[in-house]
């Protein structure tokens, strides 16, 4: 069990450029999350993904992000043409099971937007 | 839908004195309720969770927490911090018949002088 890894830790970028995270869940975890946590709050969830299948989308998420998780395993998150107001920490989780099951926290991806 | 609230954004404390941070919730529906810890510039790490049973819920480092359902509390306490307890501390909720989407509250920092 090696975790959940986040790729890059850091992304300095300027407004209207296009970003992309990449998330490595723990290996035999089939579910994974994206939340995003803006300073001074409690981390928002984004999406959920059960193997590859895409089954939930908060409302926070404009159209200009997307993510994928094309063969059930690791996921990327895409943000284009980027704004000031998307800087934050975007975290990554999975687990086992739904419901009451642990999710287990990657270290997150800081955005900065200038 | 549900909501976390935590009552208290900071709380200072001496080192070997008792914590209690707060945390109320709502919802229509029955939860699974969760501590998680986030040390600086780290993901989130699961403290306890209550899920059924006991409504004293027995997590890492010494915290414990009770769930109070006549008033929708789960609070956590620790009998003697620790100069190392320092971190941010989030109660989160998920609705008993979902897949595991956690609701966040906006996190209370805890900060443990000698």
């Known amino acids: 069990d090696t975790g959940v890894s986040q790729n890059p830790r850091h992304k300095i970028t300027k407004r209207g450029q296009n970003v992309t995270f990449r998330c490595d869940p723990i290996s035999e975890h089939n579910r994974l999350y994206w939340y995003r946590q803006t300073l001074g709050q409690g981390p928002e969830f984004l999406t959920y993904?059960?193997?590859?299948?895409?089954?939930?989308k908060s409302r926070l998420l404009s159209d200009r992000f997307s993510a994928e998780r094309p063969k059930g395993s690791f996921s990327t998150l895409e943000i284009q043409r980027t704004e000031q107001g998307d800087s934050a920490m975007y975290l990554c989780?999975?687990?086992?099971?739904?419901?009451?099951?642990?999710?287990?926290f990657g270290p997150g991806t800081r955005l900065t937007v200038t | 839908a549900q909501s976390v609230t935590q009552l208290d954004s900071q709380v200072p404390v001496f080192e070997e004195a008792p914590v209690e941070l707060r945390c109320n919730y709502s919802?229509?529906?029955?939860?699974?309720l969760f501590w998680y810890v986030q040390y600086p510039n780290q993901g989130l790490q699961l403290l306890l969770k209550?899920?059924?049973?006991?409504?004293l819920v027995k997590g890492i480092n010494g915290f414990e927490a009770e769930f109070n359902k006549s008033q929708t509390s789960f609070h956590l306490r620790k009998p003697s911090v620790h100069i190392s307890d320092t971190a941010e501390y989030f109660c989160a909720v998920v609705g008993g018949t979902s897949y595991g989407k956690l609701t966040f509250g906006q996190g209370t920092i805890l900060t443990v002088h000698p």
């Open positions: 209550y899920l059924s049973g006991s409504t």
């Open positions: 919802s229509s529906v029955s939860v699974y």
């Open positions: 989780a999975s687990s086992l099971r739904g419901g009451a099951g642990e999710q287990y």
């Open positions: 993904f059960q193997n590859e299948a895409q089954l939930e």
